[in-house]
């Protein structure tokens, strides 16, 4: 079988423990108080574990001196009987109790604050980055990295910190212990640990491998899980359930194979780091004995024997639980890394936080425009344009496919900038415009309409504040979307499902029509708003959109008769000269020129 390739940008180095390190101070800023307790209770968690050692050691003391010493040990300090060291002993174990659950308590509490964190980070990013971002990337994977990968991140936080601290604090309380029972011993103890420690990392750093490459492949297949059930309605249309099944199962198979992999490591990571830790404390009981059976009592011996077999079990779980610290570290940098795919990608747009306000919408100016999507910039959409347009009046773009016409709008939208030029709002700038202010003021009307999952009101009032029931319901009447709505199960309360799949098509652009009666802006696009519609359908929802029109600067993007022939002016576009032709539709569909060669074949009607 050929080896899985393992690029080396997913290897662990400075730069992704930084970022690592970057991502939970991120979320140590938020929730100070939360980790600041987690660090304490973890630390003291460790130092109640190691105390045993001395428990243990006080008790066999103080039972093997039963005779000498009145049956009284003393260690750092502290004299008692062995009944008083087993007490002891139990106040401890009650005490590990409580700071053991409050240790897991508080790491899972702050795993999920970071995960949150993550979370509402990337769609921050994900909301106010350009929407070219969103064609240069398969949606399936970018959801896949927001919800899996900032989960992953705070369930490996839970398995590296908390693990790595409790190892750190159990290995210098326990060797401090140990150089106090004997310094020989402790040298000896942290020497082998180191040794033994430096063996996990070498074996770990092929396990780590596995992971990973099991991982990237798990990814994939959830982003091709997600992409199919957004397409849900091509593969039932097409009756390709079957075929998408087996090809599923062909992609969880190359999981299976690379995830066994995985496994496989894991098994012998388990098998040496259990082998370790049965081996430490009996290779530390026949150093003990060989060094002191000569020069010590018995009893003596024995005593320093239990004692050194406590502290070598106690260190011992250090070595398992390094092992998950490096997994946990090494799934959190990953974690990290995919999520900087988000983070990190810059946008085109420069969208000031102070821009310029406007309070109306009085001329729209496009100088010298031209424009090539970021995605081919060697394409030319839109050669250069020079267009004014007056407030009040509506305009329609025509033209072949791909001469720009969409591009006007996403441009007016400011989804994009022009190449070259300047599109200017009332003589400024678009870019140094306050945009969300702008954009209150413009409606958009699209093919496809945008209907998000939740009730018919929501819908309807969607992106606007403070407006009434009354209100709601009156926009719906403009747009003889009321009767339909009181139809529905719960009325405007009805939820309308995955991109309003309870709607026709007809019923979705009504319920835009309704939505931008209710916003009321100042400039109109629509582009290709009734395309997608029968020509009965589409009469009744043109009627509408001419309501809508009425006293607004509208600019319509529409190959059909019925959707331009009243507007004021018609542009007809080119790909070569950009602006080849401007007139009312009377006065174009007699001209020479592109437009009556439209009119002529059918384009337009």
């Given at each position: 079988?050929?080896?899985?390739?393992?690029?080396?940008?997913?290897?662990?180095?400075?730069?992704?423990?930084?970022?690592?390190?970057?991502?939970?101070?991120?979320?140590?800023?938020?929730?100070?108080?939360?980790?600041?307790?987690?660090?304490?209770?973890?630390?003291?968690?460790?130092?109640?574990?190691?105390?045993?050692?001395?428990?243990?050691?006080?008790?066999?003391?103080?039972?093997?001196?039963?005779?000498?010493?009145?049956?009284?040990?003393?260690?750092?300090?502290?004299?008692?009987?062995?009944?008083?060291?087993?007490?002891?002993?139990?106040?401890?174990?009650?005490?590990?109790?409580?700071?053991?659950?409050?240790?897991?308590?508080?790491?899972?509490?702050?795993?999920?604050?970071?995960?949150?964190?993550?979370?509402?980070k990337a769609l921050i990013h994900l909301v106010k980055i350009d929407i070219s971002y969103y064609s240069k990337n398969q949606l399936g994977l970018?959801?896949?990295?927001?919800?899996?990968?900032?989960?992953?991140?705070?369930?490996?936080?839970?398995?590296?910190?908390?693990?790595?601290?409790?190892?750190?604090?159990?290995?210098?309380?326990?060797?401090?212990?140990?150089?106090?029972?004997?310094?020989?011993?402790?040298?000896?103890?942290?020497?082998?640990?180191?040794?033994?420690?430096?063996?996990?990392?070498?074996?770990?750093?092929?396990?780590?491998?596995?992971?990973?490459?099991?991982?990237?492949?798990?990814?994939?297949?959830?982003?091709?899980?997600?992409?199919r059930i957004i397409n849900i309605r091509l593969i039932k249309a097409t009756g390709t359930e079957e075929r998408e099944t087996k090809r599923n199962q062909e992609l969880h198979k190359k999981y299976d194979v690379k995830q066994m992999r995985s496994v496989r490591f894991q098994s012998w990571m388990l098998i040496l780091n259990g082998v370790f830790a049965t081996a430490f404390p009996v290779f530390m009981l026949m150093i003990t004995i060989v060094l002191y059976r000569s020069s010590t009592d018995p009893a003596t011996l024995a005593s320093l024997c239990v004692a050194v077999i406590s502290a070598a079990s106690s260190l011992m779980p250090n070595i398992l639980l390094l092992t998950q610290s490096l997994r946990g570290m090494t799934r959190m940098a990953n974690c990290v890394m995919r999520l900087n795919l988000i983070y990190k990608a810059k946008t085109l747009l420069d969208i000031p936080d102070d821009g310029r306000k406007i309070c109306s919408i009085d001329s729209i100016l496009f100088r010298n425009v031209s424009f090539s999507y970021p995605e081919s910039p060697m394409k030319q959409i839109l050669p250069c344009i020079n267009l004014e347009l007056e407030k009040g009046k509506s305009y329609a773009f025509v033209g072949e496919t791909g001469v720009g016409k969409s591009t006007i709008a996403k441009m007016l939208l400011r989804f994009y900038d022009t190449t070259e030029g300047e599109l200017l709002i009332n003589g400024i700038n678009i870019k140094e415009l306050d945009l969300p202010q702008y954009l209150s003021m413009v409606g958009y009307v699209e093919q496809e309409p945008q209907i998000i999952y939740g009730t018919v009101i929501e819908n309807l009032a969607y992106g606007l504040t403070n407006v009434t029931d009354e209100e709601v319901k009156a926009a719906a009447q403009k747009a003889n979307l009321h009767d339909i709505i009181m139809t529905l199960p719960q009325g405007y309360h009805t939820i309308l499902g995955e991109r309003g799949f309870m709607f026709s098509g007809g019923q979705k652009q009504r319920l835009i029509i309704a939505r931008l009666f209710l916003k009321n802006p100042q400039l109109l696009i629509l582009d290709e708003a009734t395309s997608a519609l029968d020509n009965i359908v589409e009469a009744e929802i043109q009627a509408e959109l001419n309501n809508l029109m009425q006293g607004r600067t509208t600019v319509v993007i529409a190959h059909r008769l019925s959707t331009i022939k009243n507007v004021d002016r018609v542009i007809v576009l080119d790909k070569t000269l950009g602006i080849s032709q401007i007139g009312t539709f009377d006065e174009l569909k007699k001209a020479p020129g592109r437009f009556k060669k439209l009119y002529e074949y059918g384009l337009l009607k």
């Open positions: 079988m050929k080896r899985e390739k393992f690029a080396s940008e997913k290897a662990f180095s400075v730069e992704k423990f930084k970022d690592v390190l970057k991502t939970i101070n991120g979320g140590i800023k938020r929730h100070p108080y939360v980790f600041t307790c987690l660090i304490l209770i973890n630390i003291v968690d460790s130092m109640l574990f190691s105390s045993l050692v001395i428990v243990v050691k006080g008790i066999t003391t103080a039972v093997v001196e039963q005779e000498t010493n009145g049956g009284i040990a003393s260690f750092w300090g502290l004299s008692l009987s062995w009944v008083g060291w087993a007490f002891a002993g139990l106040g401890v174990f009650c005490a590990m109790l409580l700071s053991g659950f409050l240790t897991n308590l508080l790491s899972m509490l702050f795993a999920k604050k970071v995960e949150i964190y993550l979370r509402q970018i959801m896949s990295r927001v919800i899996n990968d900032s989960q992953w991140f705070g369930d490996a936080f839970n398995e590296f910190f908390t693990n790595f601290v409790y190892t750190i604090a159990t290995t210098v309380v326990t060797t401090s212990i140990v150089f106090g029972i004997d310094v020989t011993i402790g040298y000896i103890a942290l020497g082998l640990l180191f040794a033994l420690m430096c063996a996990i990392w070498v074996m770990f750093i092929f396990y780590r491998r596995a992971i990973l490459i099991a991982v990237d492949q798990r990814q994939e297949i959830d982003a091709d899980i997600i992409d």
